[in-house]
Every structure is written in structure tokens, then in C-alpha cells.
């Protein structure tokens, strides 16, 4: 089997990209990979430490803030799209692939468009509950489409063959259990709250997060692991000037990243964290409650999108940014743990949710669609 990928531009879609090639090489050992992304992209780097074959071709994306300089650069990605078909035939053409896997990012556009013309079946993965811009675009045509969350389908077009699948999971996560979890950590038998940003970390979680932090110690009732971030190395200076001294909390962790996420999200009672796909993948996986922070600062507003798939089922508090403040996420950290059945319902439906076989279902799609 000779398998091409696409996809890049952030880590929500490539991971997923590396997640399923990893899968399809446990499945099937011989199998040839080679994965296509974008030249400067941060796949260039995640690909081949992951062990992959890559080649690159030259393409951006457009600008959606009017500026001159803006105009400038839009210009270029005109004339890159029709230099990056050419580039992405020439590798699709001395692969020869039994089938392409696109998993999203401008650079799955011409690799995934110009398979489907040359009659390679082509299956997309779409992450998010609200589709990207290429994905809407190539759903039309592929031979299948992906869905982590069935929501999705409604924005495709009417003539895209949608099959649910879920986001890929690392086993990691799926298999850390909550009691050993927590005795790794060393915790007791108060309450976890787990918060974070992401890898950089985020301004405004982190500011919130600090005067939940000075709140909570005040109580005492909680424990809590919260990870500031690349960006966030001034965050135990914040907690200084608030006049939490963290030496005399031994129940607060607070680090700049989490090495140890499976742990941790087992381990965790309730989550404070941003919307993005593969996070909510895990939650669910766990069967964890949450106070999702969508960021506003995404294509298509897709982490509102997602968050409001569990808010809308039940397994989940939404917090928006521009709502965001020490004194809100205090208030709603508050009120869920006042209703002693609120935590276990958003647990137990976010369960619900999870789609385990994620892997296993993907792989049956692509064999059947080279048979």
C-alpha cells in the first residue's frame, strides 16, 4: 500500500495526519508513506522527526485582514496556487499512490484537488464541528470525507460523503487510569483542577487563572496544575504580586508545560482549557468536565464551534474571551462544584461522546476505497 499525505499549517492538522500514518504502519509494516506540506511550514519539521518521508511545495494562504501589505501577499498565494498544482502533480505522478489522505491546512488543497483529477481516491479528515475553507471546498469531490463531530456535516456540501470517524487519540490517553493517575501525582482526595493554554500559553486564561488561584487558596478546597506557557514565564511573578506564596501551597502545580498530559487529564476533576479539536478529543476520551475558552483568534471562529458541540450536549461550560475576567471564571468555577451533580454530568457526558476507534475506523475507510 502506498499511502500520500497532506496537510499542515498548525499541529491540529498534522498530528492527526501522524496519528493515522502511525496506525496504517502497526496495520500494515510495508506500507510506503510520503507526506506532502507546505515549504516553511512547521510540518517540515514535525514529519520527518516522526520517522516520515517529506517533500515540500511552495504555497500560502490568504490574508483575511484588509492592508496593503496584506494585498501584497494575497497576490503572491495567486500565483503560488497555480505553481503548487504544478509542484504537487510532479510528486503525486513519481509516487504513485493507491490512495491520498488530506487532513486540512491550505496545503491539502492542490495536493488533494489535483489526486482527484488524476482519479487516485482521496479521502479528507475534518478535525473541527465547523469545517476549514479547503475541506469545504474538496468535500464535494473526495471519494469520502472524516468527521470527528457530526455537526460538521451540515456545513459541507450536500454531495459530500460523510462518514464519522472521530479525531485520532493517543492510546496514552485512552488507557491512563484516574486512581494511578493521582497516586503518581501525589494528590489527595480534595478536587483537581487542571488548567492551560496551549504549548505558548495564553494572556488572558493566564490572568484569569491567577486570581482562581489566589481565590482557591484562600479555601483551600482544591488542588490544581496549571501550565503558564512559552509566553507565560511571567505568570509566578503575577501570583507573587497578588500575594500567593506557591512554597506555602504545596496542592498548586504550577509549571511552564505539561509533560504529562495523560496523567494529568486523568487525574483531573474539572478542565479549564481552549476549544482546539484534538483536546476536546481527549477530554472526551477520559470522560472529563470542562470550562472551555474558545480563542477568538482562529480561522472561522472553529473553536467556538466545537466547544458549543459539548455545550450543547451537556459536557461542558462555555467561557468566552471577551467574557473572560479573574472574578468570572471564579463565579463559574463556583457554581459547578456548588451543584454536586453538575461535574458528574458533564463527565458522563462527554463520555459519551468519545470516539476510541478513531484509528481503527479510518484505517477500514482507506482499504475499502483501494479495493
Known sequence: MRVLFAGGGTAGHINPALAIAGYLREREPDAEILYIGAKGGMEER?????????????????????????????????????????????????????????????????????????????????????????????????????????????????????????????????????????????????????SFGGSLGARKINEAVADLLVWSAHSGRFQHIHAYGQWGKWFPSLLKEKGLDLAKHPQMDIREYINDMPDCLA??????????????????????????????????????????????????AILEEKDLSGEALCKKVQGLFENPDTIPTFAANAKKMAILDANERIYHIIKEIIK
Open 46 to 194: 514535525l514529519v520527518p522527526a516522526a520517522g516520515y518521508p517529506f517533500q515540500s511545495i511552495t504555497i500560502s494562504g490568504f490574508q483575511r485582514k484588509l492592508s496593503w501589505e496584506n494585498l501584497k501577499k494575497n497576490a503572491k498565494t495567486v500565483v503560488r496556487m497555480f505553481t503548487s498544482s504544478h509542484e504537487a502533480r510532479k510528486i503525486i505522478a513519481e509516487f504513485k499512490p493507491d490512495v491520498c489522505v488530506g487532513t486540512g491546512g491550505y496545503v491539502s488543497g492542490p495536493v488533494i484537488r489535483d489526486a482527484i483529477k488524476m482519479g487516485i481516491p482521496s479521502v479528507i479528515h475534518e478535525q473541527n464541528a465547523y469545517p476549514g475553507v479547503t475541506n469545504k471546498a474538496l468535500s464535494r469531490h473526495a471519494t469520502r470525507t472524516m468527521l470527528a463531530v457530526a455537526d460538521a456535516q451540515r456545513h459541507l456540501d450536500p454531495k459530500a460523503r460523510c462518514v464519522l470517524t472521530g479525531n485520532p487519540v493517543r492510546q496514552e490517553v485512552i488507557r491512563a487510569r484516574r486512581e494511578d493517575a493521582r497516586k503518581k501525582l501525589g494528590l489527595d482526595e480534595r478536587p483537581l483542577i487542571l
Open 267 to 316: 487525574a483531573a476533576d474539572l478542565v479549564i482549557c481552549r476549544a482546539g479539536a484534538i483536546t476536546l478529543s481527549e477530554l472526551q476520551a477520559q470522560g472529563r468536565a470542562s470550562i472551555l475558552i474558545p480563542s477568538p483568534n482562529v480561522a472561522e471562529n472553529h473553536q467556538y464551534h466545537n466547544a458549543m458541540a459539548l455545550v450543547n450536549r451537556g459536557a461542558a
